[in-house]
């Protein structure tokens, strides 16, 4: 899905290079002109993203906090922030779209050198994944992932999506362009 915001910022590019084109040529006034109607531009797209950013919906629960600076984290009530929990997302979002539990105690010690023991990490990623900093993929036991995972459908060889997205063979009356109607 395209958005508006790009679509300014591209014609904005174009503009860029009609000034160009005149100021190459010495047309003063052009480029004068051109450069107004950039700003404008370059100013409308900065209020828009700005608003957007500060019209983003509150999500459920606080999600990963690590943008935060610690004077702020300081303010918060009731936020917990487990050092160890930080450890584990930056491996689980460093691993790619997924992974499993061995390569996770691994790098926690590479990284951190963090020793950990499987059932307390496994109960750890769980607890996270409740909370929705990580997620399971869907029919692998012991995996994660920093996005959520499309459902696998089973006995479909590995097809992911739901059952709706599986492509079917289509009825032969509805491709006749038959009516619904019974004449009798």
Known sequence: MSDHVDSVKSFVRLIATWRKAADDKGDRKMVDLYDKRIGFLNAIVEEVED????????PASYGDLSDLPPELMKELAGI???????????????GGDEVDLDKVLIELYRRFGSVQTRRYLQNKLWRM?????VYSVPNR???YSAQPQPEVVAG???ISGSWDEIPRKSDPFDAAGLDDDVPF
């Open 80 to 94: 917990k922030v487990d050092e160890l929990e930080e450890q584990i997302f930056t491996v689980v979002k460093a």
């Open 51 to 58: 608003l957007r950013q500060k019209t983003k919906p509150i």
């Open 156 to 158: 479909i060889g590995g």
């Open 141 to 143: 036991k012991g995996v």
């Open 129 to 133: 994944a409740q909370k929705g900093l």
